[in-house]
C-alpha cells in the first residue's frame, strides 16, 4: 500500500472546486504523516478520542474534520480545534455545539447531514424535518456556529443508479436550502458526498468534498 501514490491518484481525479478529506479512521499517526508530507493537510476522523490523540501528536497546520456521529457529552473536546462537523443531524446537537464553542470562543462550521441512503441505519435528518429546523429559524440565534452546507451518504449498494439518484436528491435539497434560508450567506457552500467507491457519482452530482478512506490507506482492520 503506497499512500502517497494513491493520494496522488484520488487527487488527480478531483476537478477544480473539490477538496479531498482524506479519511485516515483507525489508521496510526505514520499513515497519516506519510499522506501528509505527500500534501494532504486535511483528514476526517469519526471517534472523538482518536481524532484528539491525533490532534495533539500530529502537525498543528493539519484541518481536522470530524465525520462521524457526535455524542453531545464529547463536543467539548473537539471544538477548540476541530475545523468542520460534517455530521449535524439535530437541533439540539447544533444548539449543544453552540454552547461549547462560546464557551471556547471559538465560531464552529458545521454541515447538517441528511439522510439519503435507503438504509435504516444511517443518521441525519429527512427533507422535511431539515426544512421545519431551518423554516424555525432559532438557528440564526447561535453565534458560535456557521452552518456552511450539508453532508449525505448514499446507500451501501452496487447500483449505480440509485447512488446517483440519491446524491442528486442531496444535490436539489442543497440549492433549495441556499436559495431560501441561505441566499446571502457567502460560508454556505459545501456539499460533502462521496466515499471510496462513489466519490466520482458524487462529484457528478455537484458534491465540493469528498470523504475518502480505503482507497488511499488501506482496508481498516476493525
Ligand atoms: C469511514 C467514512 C468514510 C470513508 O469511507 P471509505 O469507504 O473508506 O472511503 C467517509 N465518510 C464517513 C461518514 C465515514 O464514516
Avoid at 465525520?67 to 443531524?89: C, E, F, M, R, S
Avoid at 422535511?128 to 446507500?155: F, P, Q, S, V
Avoid at 442531496?170 to 457567502?186: G, H, I, R
Amino acid at each position: 500500500m503506497n499512500i502517497a501514490e494513491n493520494l496522488k491518484q484520488v487527487l488527480s481525479e478531483l476537478p477544480e472546486g473539490v477538496r479531498l478529506v482524506a479519511v485516515s479512521k483507525f489508521h496510526p499517526n505514520e499513515a497519516i504523516e506519510e499522506a501528509y508530507r505527500a500534501g494532504q493537510h486535511v483528514f476526517g476522523e469519526s471517534k472523538v478520542q482518536e481524532m484528539t490523540a491525533k490532534y495533539e501528536s500530529l502537525p498543528k497546520d493539519i484541518e481536522w474534520h470530524f465525520i462521524g456521529h457526535l455524542q453531545t457529552n464529547k463536543i467539548k473536546y473537539i471544538v477548540p480545534y476541530v475545523a468542520l462537523i460534517h455530521g449535524i443531524d439535530s437541533y439540539k446537537l447544533l444548539a449543544e455545539v453552540n454552547k461549547q464553542a462560546a464557551k471556547a470562543d471559538r465560531t464552529v462550521n458545521c454541515l447538517l447531514q441528511l439522510h439519503i441512503a435507503r438504509e435504516e441505519t444511517k443518521f441525519g435528518f429527512s427533507p422535511d424535518e431539515c426544512r421545519e429546523m431551518l423554516a424555525g429559524g432559532e438557528w440564526k440565534e447561535l453565534k458560535n456556529i456557521r452552518i456552511c452546507g450539508l453532508m449525505g451518504m448514499a446507500t451501501n449498494t452496487d447500483n449505480v443508479e440509485q447512488i446517483k439518484a440519491e446524491f442528486c436528491s442531496l444535490s436539489s435539497f442543497f440549492q433549495e436550502a441556499k436559495a431560501t434560508w441561505f441566499a446571502d450567506a457567502e460560508y454556505f457552500r459545501e456539499l460533502s458526498m462521496g466515499m471510496s467507491h462513489d466519490y466520482h457519482e458524487a462529484i457528478s452530482a455537484g458534491s465540493t468534498l469528498v470523504r475518502v478512506g480505503s482507497k488511499i490507506f488501506g482496508e481498516r482492520n476493525y
